[in-house]
């Protein structure tokens, strides 16, 4: 069955300090992974998208990475932001781009 | 570039009754999603279409949802008869051609509440 499970389900740190956000996945046949930041009340943004073939895509002080071996993916964010308190979903695509399979998301709380 | 719009953005209806969502994709997406957000989980697709056809609906529960794509444009999703467990956010998003690395652009949802 086509999974994504993400890790860990909340966190809170303080402004400035860093993180990382893990996400394991038992999709197949892998397209892509992709990273989405959802704010509360609207709708998910897309963070980074990346295929099999990369292993490390980076949006300003967002960077994740891909182990395809292990299907694991990371997010990593730098010097957070008040505004980087949202949810953060993975989501993997299967068979060429279709059937897209969401976790459940980390809720990131970012504190003064 | 205008986001993907839907109304309304909330609802409260009561169980039984029947209720509709709308939904207008960017200019020129071929493809467009409806998904269903249960509060502390991710979204769930419940149907994709290609222009006005159906590409993707077997999460959607049909005996009680249905959705349209009339000329391949606007799409409107109903629920008919609703049931306390319908509510969440009802998400809509599009994409352009469909090579499999499109991006997905979100509108903000329709958060519907069934007493």
């Known amino acids: 069955k086509n999974q994504v499970e993400q890790s860990p389900q909340s966190l809170i740190i303080l402004e400035g300090k860093n993180c990382t956000l893990q996400c394991n996945y038992t999709v197949s046949p892998f397209s892509n992974l992709r990273w989405y930041k959802q704010d509360t009340g609207r709708g998910p943004v897309s963070l980074t998208i990346m295929t099999f073939s990369e292993n490390t895509k980076s949006n300003g002080r967002y960077t994740a990475t891909l182990d395809a071996d292990t299907k694991q993916s990371s997010l990593h964010i730098t010097a957070s932001q008040l505004s980087d308190s949202a949810s953060y979903i993975c989501v993997v695509s299967a068979f060429y781009g279709q059937n897209f399979v969401f976790g459940p998301g980390t809720r990131l709380s970012v504190l003064p | 570039e205008a986001g993907v719009a839907q109304s309304p953005r909330y609802k409260i209806i009561e169980k039984r009754q029947s209720v509709a969502f709308w939904c207008n994709p960017i200019?020129?997406?071929?493809?467009l999603y409806w998904y269903q957000q249960i509060l502390g989980q991710g979204p769930k697709l419940l149907i994709q279409?290609?222009?006005?056809?159906?590409?993707?609906d077997s999460q959607l529960p049909k005996d009680r949802f249905s959705a349209e794509r009339l000329k391949g444009v606007d799409s409107t999703l109903k629920i008919q008869p609703a049931k306390l467990e319908d509510s969440a956010v009802y998400l809509c998003?599009?994409?352009?051609?469909?090579?499999?690395?499109?991006?997905?652009?979100f509108g903000p949802g329709t958060r519907l509440l069934v007493l």
């Open positions: 998003a599009s994409s352009g051609i469909r090579t499999g690395e499109e991006t997905q652009y």
């Open positions: 279409f290609q222009n006005n056809g159906v590409v993707d």
């Open positions: 200019s020129g997406h071929a493809t």
